[in-house]
């Protein structure tokens, strides 16, 4: 017997067929003697509208009611799916964020989860009750009900699965599991039978939405076996399984060294939207970068590739960074009233930018990974902005109008493409 956590995002929940389908699923791991948790997602775009409902009612809103609405569309797949489990003869209960109850700061809208408290689940799962928990949502230590941030549900499910101490954590979407791009954008990706935590950190973060990349922080944290996999199998079909095992197909997420063959590159990403600004002749001396980033952090902008040039004559230097297209107004304004903390020439800027990220653990090891990139833009005509890189990835900033076709041409270069093999 073990104890899992099944997570169904907005596709797999989008209608009562999907819903009784997904149910199929846990009544699989039910029958097969597993206590099982169960989190939600809302049914497919109902977020979106829920979102768009708050914005008609008022551009600018309450953060508090804001999470209010949008944490609904969550509580209503969670009592669907009690219902439709009960249906099929199994003890199943819906709980809201706050009946469990998963804790939260009180940062509306993107809240952080700061605890969740097993006692009733743990007591429900013991008497074999399957517990169906809405994702996404908290309660904040004001009592009022926060969200996670878009995508969150994934965290939802890999937090309660580290609190009721869960053997796996199994994460049901519209993909058979992560793969080498979004299979959207390119249809030759391939799926990855594993990636690392380290990997998916930095593609999650990049723009692969496939996880939420607090998710993947918490698994890491915390050690929970993470699998991604399609809601779409059969409802006969058991676990996601290693190649070389029986299994069905997906992707576990898992330590660097449960890894036998280490991919070179394993991901390419894309996250559009991205605003560019450049601060002209700022005073190249110690403490002015800190003033700079401390004015957008006092606004709660954040920012992301920065990139400071060595100024020839020692005095005088440009910084350049990228923050969200929807930040853009707002980091301008805010550079412009903090002029009395830094002083510069001009402050300029565009929006429409695309960061395409190659991300692999082998650029520890390999010289070059970064140098083909370039080249590979290079050939496509393709200019580049920005740089950045950590350890196992380099970024680029180019043109969004470009976007696809340099994660296309990327993807052929690394010789990731599933014809390849
Ligand atoms: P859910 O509603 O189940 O949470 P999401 O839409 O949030 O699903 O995430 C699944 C989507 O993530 C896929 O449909 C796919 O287009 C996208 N995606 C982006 N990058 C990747 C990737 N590298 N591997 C798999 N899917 C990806
Ligand atoms: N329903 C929320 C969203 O669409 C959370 C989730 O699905 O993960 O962002
Ligand atoms: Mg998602």
Known sequence: MARIVMKFGGTSVADIDHIRRAACHVVREVEDGHQVAVIVSAMAGRTNELVDLTRRAAAMHDAREYDAIVASGEQVTAGLMAIALQDRGISARSFAGWQVPILTDNVHGAARITGIDPKVLNERLENNQVCIITGFQGVSPLGRITTLGRGGS????????????????????????????????????????????????????????????????????????????????????????????????????????????????SGITLAKSEAKITLRDVMDEPGVAAEVFGALADEHIVVDMIVQNISDDGKLTDITFTVPDAEYDKAISTLNRAGDRFTCRSISGSRGGAKISVIGVGMRSHAGIAAMMFRALAEKGINIQLITTSEIKTSVLIDDEYAELAVRALHTYYGLDADDT
């Open 154 to 265: 994934d965290t939802s499910a890999v937090a309660v699965a580290a609190a009721i101490n869960a053997d796996r954590c199994d994460i049901y979407t519209d993909v058979d599991g992560v793969y080498t791009a979004d299979p959207r954008v390119v249809p030759k990706a391939k799926r990855l039978s594993f990636v690392s935590f380290e990997e998916m950190l930095e593609m999650a973060s990049l723009g692969a939405k496939v996880l939420m990349a607090r998710s993947v922080e918490v698994a890491m944290a915390q050690k929970v076996r993470l699998a991604v996999r399609s809601t779409f199998d059969d409802p006969a079909s058991a676990q996601v399984g290693p190649d070389n095992k029986p299994g069905v197909p997906g992707t576990l997420v898992c330590d660097e060294d449960e890894i036998m063959e280490k991919q070179f590159v």
